[in-house]
T-cell receptor, first 115, second 109 residues
Framework: DTGVSQNPRHKITKRGQNVTFRCDPISEHNRLYWYRQTLGQGPEFLTYFQNEAQLEKSRLLSDRFSAERPKGSFSTLEIQRTEQGDSAMYLC?????????????FGPGTRLTVL | AQRVTQPEKLLSVFKGAPVELKCNYSYSGSPELFWYVQYSRQRLQLLLRHISRESIKGFTADLNKGETSFHLKKPFAQEEDSAMYYCALSPYNFNKFYFGSGTKLNVKP
């Protein structure tokens, strides 16, 4: 499968614990996006990277959230001191910007449950 | 503030009937508009974008800047069209995307 992959697919954690998710984009894609999706809602933009640079962050991304894309390839999203309100599906998408195209290809998501 | 509104949570139609999924937006500028689809147990995927003016799987969407709408239409619905549909908006530089809350389309036999 050469699409976007995300690990783990499911994560159950206790309130107050830290969690880290990984996203592996399509190899030649230079942009990588993180979204959060709660039940009954569409994806909410969290942040995006162009290569290794984090160029945009939503106000939704509190100081407990941090994302990295150290070598411009895979990315990690860490949530510190998790809260029950962090329970959601976390989606990653990648795209290749240029030539007027920017189709995002989504991963399967990581479902986080905070007990 | 930027916003994408999909007023219908659920739309049920019979096979062969016309379908229109509504999308209204608010944005101070000239956005790019998209429709994404998520079939059961599959990933979210792009269906169409307004700048390409394509018809994908029989679906079309016209951007109406006066009414700030981007409704998705298909003249004859098929059972395989049953899915979750999301309207999305992006600034011209694609630095962020705003999604609506989605409409579940159910096409009955």
């Amino acid at each position: 499968d050469t699409g976007v992959s995300q690990n783990p697919r499911h994560k159950i954690t206790k309130r107050g614990q830290n969690v880290t998710f990984r996203c592996d984009p399509i190899s030649e894609h230079n942009r990588l996006y993180w979204y959060r999706q709660t039940l009954g809602q569409g994806p909410e933009f969290l942040t995006y990277f162009q290569n290794e640079a984090q160029l945009e962050k939503s106000r939704l991304l509190s100081d407990r959230f941090s994302a990295e894309r150290p070598k411009g390839s895979f990315s990690t999203l860490e949530i510190q001191r998790t809260e029950q309100g962090d329970s959601a599906m976390y989606l990653c998408a990648s795209s290749l910007v240029g030539g007027g195209h920017n189709e995002q290809f989504f991963g399967p998501g990581t479902r986080l449950t905070v007990l | 503030a930027q916003r994408v509104t999909q007023p219908e949570k659920l739309l049920s139609v019979f096979k062969g009937a016309p379908v229109e999924l509504k999308c209204n937006y608010s944005y101070s500028g000239s956005p790019e508009l998209f429709w994404y689809v998520q079939y059961s147990r599959q990933r979210l995927q792009l269906l169409l974008r307004h700048i390409s003016r394509e018809s994908i799987k029989g679906f079309t969407a016209d951007l109406n800047k006066g009414e700030t709408s981007f409704h998705l239409k298909k003249p004859f619905a098929q059972e395989e069209d049953s899915a979750m549909y999301y309207c999305a908006l992006s600034p011209y530089n694609f630095n962020k995307f705003y999604f609506g809350s989605g409409t579940k389309l159910n096409v009955k036999p």
